[in-house]
């Protein structure tokens, strides 16, 4: 396991060699870069990355301080494929069809990146919390690992493959979709209207909605929900607010659609995010750690 939480620097270069294991990455925030002369893999927000890099595959390269300020935060759980199907039998071979490429090479690595699985989101934050130098704390912070990846498997169909009759989308429809995205996230307590976004990307309403999802996997109603619970939930770590006016300012007009989602995201209700951390929460806020 890979915990870390630090401050965002300058741009950091540093080659990734194949290891021929799973690896699961769930990236909470900053900025990263995979590339090679395969291509490149970019995440830019909340995301689980399932990455895959064969033994003698070393045409890899990991970058961060890409774009955003603020902190580069995410935990990562290093899986042997056949200890992962002893575990869950079927799981690597169902994880790895879900990876792309679809075809090619052999020894190129292979990923997915898609939205976090709610119930994994608190649990993420417990292990970031957890103060690396405390031997009880980690302890603490590897049983929440192991839940981590109980939750995980639990939800392979998240990672079931792609249906091979997806869209064949251009680098122009990418480009749009990544426009569409950002403006549902810069207006998601009131969102525009889909069928006008699909005009101003010089689409249909039926592709824009089949192409969002496929590329970003989750809906356009999904993002947008994430998007106002998340930042909900950071109105409830920050502000004094009422949960009924967070409520209100994250685009929910009613209290109880409100905390009712918020349960099935985060696993837990809007006012327990006020409660006191156990001790085995509170953690240094920089930690770096790998352990088998």
Not at 1 to 6: H, L, S
Not at 144 to 150: I, M, S
Not at 181 to 200: E, Y
């Amino acid at each position: 396991m890979a915990v870390v939480d630090v401050a965002s620097a300058e741009r950091f270069e540093s080659p990734l060699r194949g290891q021929n294991i799973l690896e699961f990455h769930y990236r909470i925030s900053g900025a990263i870069e995979l590339a090679g002369s395969w291509g490149e893999c970019r995440v830019f927000e909340p995301t689980c990355l399932l990455w895959f890099q064969p033994n003698g595959c070393d045409d890899a390269s990991e970058r961060l301080g890409e774009a955003l300020r603020g902190r580069e935060t995410w935990v990562s759980l290093y899986c042997d494929r056949v200890w992962l199907d002893q575990v869950n039998e079927g799981a690597a071979a169902i994880l790895e069809s879900a990876l792309s490429p679809d075809e090619g090479s052999a020894v190129l690595p292979r990923f997915r990146a898609g939205p976090h699985i709610g119930a994994t989101v608190p649990l993420l934050r417990e292990i970031v919390r957890a103060d690396r130098g405390d031997p009880l704390q980690w302890l603490y912070a590897s049983a929440k690992a192991n839940e981590l990846l109980y939750v995980t498997l639990s939800n392979i169909g998240a990672f079931a493959p792609r249906d091979s009759g997806h869209l064949k989308l251009t680098e122009r429809d990418r480009k749009q979709l990544h426009l569409i995205r950002d403006v549902l996230a810069a207006n998601f307590v009131a969102p525009p209207r889909l069928p006008d976004l699909a005009r101003r990307a010089g689409m249909n309403y039926s592709k824009l909605c089949t192409a969002f999802r496929q590329l970003f996997g989750e809906t356009t109603a999904e993002f947008v929900r994430r998007q106002r619970l998340e930042f909900a939930h950071g109105l409830l770590r920050s502000s004094d607010l009422q949960v009924q006016q967070i409520a209100m300012q994250s685009g929910y007009a009613h209290h109880g659609s409100f905390t009712a989602a918020f349960a099935r995201q985060f696993g837990y209700s809007p006012k327990q995010v006020r409660r006191p951390c156990a001790p085995a929460c509170v953690g240094a806020e920089e930690q770096a750690a790998r352990s088998g």
